[in-house]
């Protein structure tokens, strides 16, 4: 059964950086897809980065683009989410995904209804 566990939230201030890691175990990293997802209170849970297992895609919602880099690390098993100048609307409860049922298709991994495979989550709180 695979298991992720996020850890690097935190308390910063506004235009601080942070490195969020999600460690995946209990199955094959190959042929994974893996996503960042955000929830702040009272709100849906977004999509912020995704990343296919081998590195070559990525792809990230424009509110973060050119702020945050998503990237892995095959040997260690780990997927990273590097958030920089972060704002305080960044503010949320940040998830790790992953499922190895889907090909890189939009429509799926920016989805979270696609990932069969979530961390419990770890707090980002941003202060202005």
């Known amino acids: 059964q695979v298991q992720l566990v996020e850890s690097g939230g935190g308390v910063v201030q506004a235009g601080d950086s942070l490195r969020l890691s999600c460690t995946f175990s209990g199955g094959f990293f190959k042929n994974y897809i893996f996503g960042w997802f955000r929830q702040a209170p009272g709100k849906e849970r977004e999509f912020v980065a995704a990343?296919?297992?081998?590195?070559?895609?990525?792809h990230y919602t424009d509110s973060v683009k050119d702020r945050f880099t998503i990237s892995r690390e095959y040997a260690l098993r780990t997927v990273y989410l590097q958030m920089n100048s972060l704002k305080a609307e960044d503010t949320a409860v940040y998830y790790c995904?992953?499922?190895?049922?889907?090909?890189?298709?939009?429509?799926?991994?920016?989805?979270?209804?696609?990932?069969?495979?979530w961390g419990q989550g770890t707090q980002v709180t941003v202060s202005s």
């Open positions: 990343i296919r297992w081998d590195g070559r895609f990525t």
């Open positions: 995904a992953a499922d190895g049922t889907f090909t890189w298709v939009r429509s799926y991994y920016t989805s979270p209804n696609s990932y069969g495979s």
